[in-house]
């Protein structure tokens, strides 16, 4: 059975930083691609930053500069630290597994930016 378990969310000040962990199990983690999704209410699904089994890595134009994305393929861990966070950074942010015609996601790890 394949899970990803989202971890790291919470409530932060503008400006502050969060890293938020994916657990992984299941899957042949090191082939998959991994990503960092988010949803603010009201809006639709939107990528933050994916990073592959090459450790190559790409992000949303709206995070350049800001977030991190990284894995431990030892511990079946994606990893997406925030930095300079603002208020439209806020919603529940997902992990995302990818693999040809395989893709899974977790339960979503809520994110609020608030003074």
């Known amino acids: 059975q394949v899970q990803l378990v989202e971890s790291g969310g919470g409530l932060v000040q503008p400006g502050g930083s969060l890293k938020l962990s994916c657990a992984a199990s299941?899957?042949?983690?090191?082939?998959?691609?991994m990503g960092w999704y988010r949803q603010a209410p009201g809006k639709q699904r939107e990528l933050v930053a994916t990073i592959t089994s090459n450790v190559n890595t790409n992000y949303a134009d709206f995070v350049k500069g800001r977030f991190t994305v990284s894995r431990d393929n030892a511990k079946n861990t994606v990893y997406l630290q925030m930095n300079s966070l603002k208020p439209d950074d806020m919603g529940v942010y997902y992990c995302?597994?990818?693999?040809?015609?395989?893709?899974?996601w977790g339960q979503g790890t809520q994110v609020t930016v608030s003074s």
């Open positions: 995302n597994a990818r693999l040809f015609i395989q893709n899974y």
């Open positions: 299941g899957i042949a983690f090191g082939l998959y691609v």
